[in-house]
């Protein structure tokens, strides 16, 4: 199941890293808020959230940000799985994530 068929088509590829990443912090944002609150809302989050960290890492520009990209999808679902791995939590992700957010803000 495709959740941003727009962006799937091609339209991921006209942002920037910050635009992208603070994109995936917003589905990270709505997965910190719904996780014990509504079950089918947290989870929607936590999907969306995890296709656009895949959109991101098969974009060809950041190749050579393999290793961190992928690093936080693995962080994204040791969040989803209790931080049984890591301790990784939705709260610490969305402190990492904002930071992109603001960032692609303020380059406009």
């Known amino acids: 199941m495709v959740f941003h068929p727009?962006?799937?088509?091609?339209?991921?590829?006209?942002?920037?890293l910050m635009e992208q990443l603070g994109n995936v912090g917003s589905e990270v944002?709505?997965?910190?808020?719904?996780k014990d609150k509504d079950p089918k809302l947290y989870e929607g989050a936590v999907l969306r959230g995890l296709e656009?960290?895949?959109?991101?890492?098969?974009?060809?520009?950041?190749?050579?940000?393999?290793?961190?990209?992928t690093r936080a999808r693995?962080?994204?679902?040791?969040?989803?799985?209790?931080?049984?791995?890591?301790?990784?939590?939705?709260?610490?992700?969305?402190?990492?994530?904002?930071?992109f957010a603001v960032a692609a803000r303020l380059s406009r």
């Open 6 to 16: 727009d962006l799937a088509a091609g339209g991921w590829a006209r942002l920037s």
């Open 74 to 99: 693995e962080m994204m679902c040791d969040a989803w799985l209790g931080g049984r791995e890591y301790g990784t939590t939705w709260e610490g992700l969305d402190r990492y994530f904002f930071h």
């Open 52 to 69: 656009l960290m895949d959109f991101t890492i098969r974009d060809a520009r950041w190749k050579g940000r393999l290793k961190e990209l």
């Open 29 to 34: 944002s709505r997965a910190a808020r719904w």
